[in-house]
């Protein structure tokens, strides 16, 4: 299934690199506003026109090149503020790639930092006083890092500025690495150029109808993709003001990021689906009193699956201070992209569709005017932005999916990145990925997704699929419903994804808990996650796991790291509250399990005859040889033609008739909760 066309831009590009754009700002409009910083997000705390940001890069790329290591890479290290923008035009302005990383906490292990350094292979950090304070008595700690060239920029002479020399740059070099989330030991960087960056600011740009009229407003992390190129690079390329505050800022109080959209008439602001929950959750009736959301035109919302729940819940909060629905703008796109890659129609809102949740699970997209618990909504998001072409492909087959059949996205677009920095195989398997046939040269991006009615809809992460008896779960409508099945559990810090037990894949999940809770509630709450999964999703968890508020692996974007959370419970690392660990579920669901899969049917209930089901004398015999196979005694044929539903045969084995014992290693498993210990032990083994 294909959707876009590539060679669709009818203008050519004003500039070959950023350089060239914010020389051209700081030379044509030097006293026009650029960034202002909020401190605490309400202060206005430093304030910079095109001319001091020019005069700022241009001191600090002075003195890189007064070091002489003009196209090689530098780490940027800075806390929220306006240096780092200074730093990442200076690295641009020196000829040298910026590599923007986030700052290690205090007392934080270095061990993220140390990986990005090595595979960067970089000869400096810039960072900001403040940060070199916190981590110079610990880089000893590090082999490598205590080598680099350490310069706190913010330290720097803007004297220096007269001393820079204009590089030769090309549309081609590169900008920056971005590294992406990954294992601490195998980072990647992706290898993001000028002219990537030039059109995706262009398509940006013509999505949102942005001008220089326009105002932003981010809270979105500088050293994140989101945060750096919508964040800081649009505004300079459209020229318009942007209203910047800490992440943490936001985190700490929503209710500051919509009073600076208030207080400043942005158009233009937005973030992950969880920012839009947080103002939900909290903001009050008094703080939102005061709020005109009415200028804000374009509530970007992407970087994790968008839930149309949330779309509405906000919607319907903040209509009274001016919001409209229609300024949703649900968009996709990733690092491996440089950003964006589609968008929807700024003049009609958010598109969401109704689709049967069991197609969806075998791979179909089929829609439905049903409402109940078979039917799933989805969040377009939207249609491919200039010059992109989106294939929805077989990820196996590598050939193109039918109409409606969800398989893995391809990209071909002038904003798919240039690869990996010096990881030459997997550039070739991610980013030069061929069709069976041999056509195109696409980005493989792992995402799965479909095409209905030129929309691209996306269902999930290939590598985070939960699949369980042939049957895909995908782990974020797993999640949500753990997250809202009890009060203590916490919204947006739950991992759900498989591990083999018994040579066979069961669900884990974990799940936050709130800072306050009563240790009664405990039980309660997984007993709440274990019953909504079956009663909503048809699934048994295998294992529960609460853990202590903030601290589920998570990117620095805030997204959930599913592979990372599960090594953590390997490797006992989790702040663990409470669990339950179970060997199976109780002997009446294993059976239902048990004649559910080889009668090939989707739900039976438990006083279902099997013959009425659709059962013979052949699929008795295969459930009597699977329940042999489970249960520690011998039972015969004729049982289960003598108790021919879940629950009498159940209870005819509890029970002992007949001379058979109630199944007590069996019961005992399926009953008794294993310690966390015991459980993690036995995951290890397989």
Aim: net charge negative; charged share 20%.
């Amino acid at each position: 299934m294909l959707l876009g066309e590539r060679n669709a831009l009818q203008s050519s590009q004003a500039f070959s690199t950023l350089v060239e754009l914010l020389r051209y700002r700081a030379q044509d409009q030097p006293f026009r506003s650029a960034f202002i910083f909020l401190k605490d997000g309400e202060v206005e705390e430093e304030f910079w026109t095109y001319e001091t940001l020019d005069m700022k890069a241009r001191a600090i790329a002075a003195h890189l090149q007064s070091l002489q290591i003009t196209d090689s890479r530098a780490i940027l290290l800075y806390p929220p503020g306006l240096d780092f923008i200074a730093a990442f035009f200076g690295c641009l302005y020196a000829g040298v790639a910026a590599v923007p990383a986030y700052p290690p906490r205090r007392n934080q292990h270095l061990g993220r930092l140390q990986s990005i350094f090595s595979d960067a292979q970089s000869k400096i950090a810039l960072t900001h006083s403040s940060v070199l304070s916190n981590i110079q008595g610990r880089l000893s700690e590090s082999p490598g890092l205590s080598d680099l060239n350490w310069v706190a920029t913010n330290d720097l002479s803007d004297q220096l500025a007269d001393c820079w020399q204009e590089n030769s740059l090309s549309s081609s070099s590169i900008a920056f690495l971005q590294y992406t989330s990954g294992s601490t030991g195998n980072p990647k960087g992706v290898m993001v150029s000028h002219d990537n960056l030039l059109h995706n600011s262009l398509c940006i740009q013509r999505a949102f109808k942005l001008s220089a009229k326009s105002v932003s407003v981010t809270w979105l992390p500088s050293f994140h993709d989101m945060g750096l190129i919508d964040g800081i690079l649009q505004p300079i390329y459209t020229g318009f003001p942007c209203y910047m505050m800490a992440p943490v800022a936001f985190v700490q109080r929503p209710i500051r990021w919509l009073n600076a959209v208030s207080k400043y008439r942005a158009n233009h602001s937005g973030g992950p689906n969880f920012a839009f929950e947080l103002c939900i959750q909290k903001t009050t009736p008094e703080q939102r009193a005061n709020l005109d959301l009415s200028p804000w035109q374009f509530a970007y919302c992407g970087a994790e699956p968008i839930r149309p729940e949330t779309l509405e819940t906000f919607t319907d909060t903040f209509v009274p201070c001016g919001f409209r629905h229609k300024s949703f703008y649900p968009c996709y796109g990733m690092a491996e992209a440089t950003l964006m890659v589609t968008g929807g129609d700024i003049s009609k809102g958010p598109v969401v569709r109704a689709f049967e949740a069991s197609a969806l699970k075998q791979n179909r997209a089929v829609k439905t005017d049903k409402s109940g618990q078979n039917v799933k909504s989805v969040v377009s998001c939207g249609s491919p932005v200039s010059d992109t072409q989106i294939m929805i492909v077989h990820p196996e087959l590598r050939v193109p999916c039918a109409k409606d059949e969800i398989g893995e996205i391809w990209i071909a677009s002038p904003g798919v990145a240039q690869g990996y920095w010096q990881k030459s195989q997997q550039t070739a398997e991610i980013f030069q990925a061929c069709l069976a046939s041999g056509e195109g040269e696409f980005l493989r991006t792992g995402d799965l997704g479909f095409i209905q009615d030129d929309q691209l809809f996306v269902t999930g992460r290939l590598k985070d699929l939960v699949i369980i008896r042939g049957r895909n779960y995908y782990p974020q409508d797993i999640e949500l419903t753990a997250e809202q099945s009890h009060a203590i559990t916490n919204f947006g810090g739950c991992a759900a994804f498989s591990m083999e037990v018994d040579g066979e894949e069961q669900l884990v999940v974990v799940q936050e808990v709130k800072r306050h809770y009563q240790a009664s509630e405990l039980d309660d709450a997984i007993s709440s996650i274990r019953g909504r999964l079956v009663s909503e999703h048809d699934i048994y968890p295998h294992g529960i796991v609460l853990i202590r508020t903030h601290s589920i692996p998570k990117t620095s974007s805030g997204k959930i790291r599913r592979q990372a959370c599960k090594a953590a419970l390997l490797e006992n690392r989790l702040k663990v509250i409470a669990s339950s660990f179970l060997k199976a579920a109780d002997l009446e669901h294993q059976l239902t399990e048990i004649v559910r899969d080889i009668l090939e049917l989707h739900q039976i209930e438990v006083g279902d005859n099997f013959f009425d089901l659709g059962g013979s004398s052949l699929t008795i015999m295969q459930i009597y040889s699977k329940l042999s196979q489970v249960v520690d005694h011998e039972i015969s044929v004729v049982d289960l033609f003598n108790h021919p539903n879940v629950r009498s045969l159940a209870n005819y084995l509890e029970s002992g008739q007949n001379g058979v014992q109630a199944l007590s290693k069996s019961r005992e498993r399926a009953n008794t909760r294993r310690t966390l210990a015991q459980s993690r032990q036995a995951l290890r083994q397989k």
